[in-house]
């Protein structure tokens, strides 16, 4: 018994010990994770390459660590590189295992999150479908009063209001998201709001409003190095001076932006310059400029077209299977959760096996023991019951021999008794005739005296005879 309690002493402790190492050694590997996370998010508008990089890496280290938060951030933001890298597809379909991986850690913010980047691939595709995502995401985002993603959801749905001709509501969500960034102090954000604001005053032919903000974001960025925000700002500062007639301070704002558009290498962007460059080279009367940028705009056209038209035939064929996929990652978590379960339970079998067969084999040896003692008790309770069989035997024969001596003392006192009576009767009676006789004067006072003498002599022989008889038993009785 107690080598089976020194085992399971033993054996819990390696359990608890290796349990704490392995404790140790995963929150060391998910820091990790998120780290290189965090490094691939920050990269994403300037390094997409390095994003997809870091993404990849991070991806590996928490599906080695069985991580489903890093799994599932790593999806997101490889989504988000490819993005940026013009993948839609691809990037939807990373979006979707990001959310199939948050739905099993039970991360709220983080499927979120996705779907506001679900909502945001959608933008330039389906407006409609976009907002369904954005206020899916909404909708958690307050549940769990997520403010940074409220105010970045309400940036994204002014955009989609902004695509849809709906300038009020995109004043609304973007007064509200930029309201939200004051208060967090998040520069960047106020740089895009600013700038959105500015585009929506500028389609409601609102110059100064839209000049001033614009103006405003574009200095914010150039103070930040923001090159994307740069070059998007300068488009719409483009498009307002030529508006307005002012065809050289267009020129030189094209030609800042289109320098940034080629450090960002965004191929949308280069798009919206060479329209741009179309319609300042038509207004000034250019047309073999006007011409070129034009047939470049065609020929642009023309791949976007059949791009947006595959990129949509995939998004739904992305959906389809990562619906197929998320069944079958249901169904590999259920088997897991049971291969986990079955294997507790086996454990935990196990052990209680190991507890019974300690405390049986302990019992046993209880037993065994027990018996050994209780043989040598009964052993010795035989030799006593032998001693007192002996001694009540030698006890028996002595009571028989004091018996016997007894009835022969009680014989001969009976005949002792028997004899004193008949020897002592005579000289009695002898005495009380002479008394009788000396009272009636019939014999001498003398002689009376001499005879009575003579008879209490003879009673005290007989009773120092009979008590010598008494003492000596080997006397026999004289008449």
């Known amino acids: 018994m107690k080598k089976a309690f020194v085992f399971l002493l033993f054996f819990c402790t390696a359990v608890t010990l290796h349990a704490k190492d392995l404790g140790e050694a995963i929150t060391g590997d998910t820091s990790e994770v ?15 390459q390095q994003t997809l990089s870091d993404a990849n890496r991070a991806m590996v280290l928490a599906r080695k660590i069985n991580y489903n938060n890093g799994i599932a951030e790593a999806y997101r933001v490889t989504g988000l590189a490819m993005f940026y890298m013009d993948q ?3 990037a939807f379909s990373n979006y979707l295992n990001a959310v199939a991986f948050f739905t099993k850690a039970n991360n709220l913010g983080g499927e979120a999150k996705v779907y506001n980047n679900m909502g945001n691939i959608y933008r330039d595709h389906d407006t409609n479908k976009s907002l369904d995502y954005f206020f899916k995401s909404l909708a958690i985002a307050n549940k769990i009063n997520n403010v940074s993603l409220i105010a970045a959801l ?12 709906s300038y009020t509501q995109a004043l609304k969500y973007y007064g509200q998201s930029k309201a939200i960034f004051s208060k967090l102090k998040d520069s960047v954000n106020l740089i895009q709001c600013g700038q959105n604001i500015g585009v929506v005053y500028f389609k409601l032919n609102q110059y100064d409003k839209a000049l001033a903000m614009l103006l405003e974001a574009n200095a914010a960025a150039k103070h930040l190095d923001l090159n994307e925000p740069i070059a998007s700002i300068d488009l719409t500062l483009a498009s307002l001076y030529m508006n307005q007639q002012k065809f050289d301070e267009a ?5 800042e932006g289109v320098a940034y558009t080629q450090l960002i290498n965004d191929p949308k962007l280069e798009y919206d310059y060479k329209h741009t460059n179309y ?4 207004n000034r009367k250019n047309y073999n400029e006007a011409l070129f940028y034009l047939r470049e705009i065609y020929r642009v056209d023309s791949a976007t077209f059949k791009t947006n038209t595959s990129v949509q035939m995939k998004l739904i064929e992305a959906t389809r299977k990562q619906e197929e996929q998320i069944k079958e990652n249901e169904r590999v978590a259920e088997r897991q959760a049971y291969d986990r379960t079955k294997f507790w339970a086996v454990t935990i079998v196990a052990g209680l096996l190991l507890v019974v067969i300690g405390l049986l084999v302990g019992n046993v040896k209880r037993k065994a023991k027990t018996n050994s003692q209780l043989t040598l008790l009964n052993g010795e309770v035989s030799r006593q019951k032998d001693n007192l069989d002996r001694i009540n035997h030698h006890l028996e024969e002595i009571i028989d021999e004091r018996t016997k001596d007894l009835q022969i003392k009680n014989r001969k006192l009976s005949e002792h008794s028997s004899y004193l009576s008949h020897q002592i009767r005579g000289p009695i009676a002898t005495l009380r005739g002479l008394i009788n006789l000396e009272k009636e004067g019939l014999v001498d006072q003398h002689e009376c005296i001499s005879m009575m003498d003579k008879c ?14 008494l003492h000596n038993p080997s006397r026999t009785t004289t008449t």
């Open 154 to 165: 309400n940036l994204n749905i002014g955009n989609v209001y902004t695509r849809r001709n």
């Open 456 to 469: 209490v002599s003879e009673i005290d022989e007989k009773i120092i005879d009979m008590s010598d008889m």
């Open 88 to 90: 839609a597809e691809k």
């Open 279 to 282: 319609e300042l080279a038509y």
């Open 34 to 48: 998120i780290r290189i996370n965090k490094q691939a998010y920050d990269n994403r508008l300037t390094q997409p």
């Open 251 to 255: 020129e030189k704002i094209v030609k």
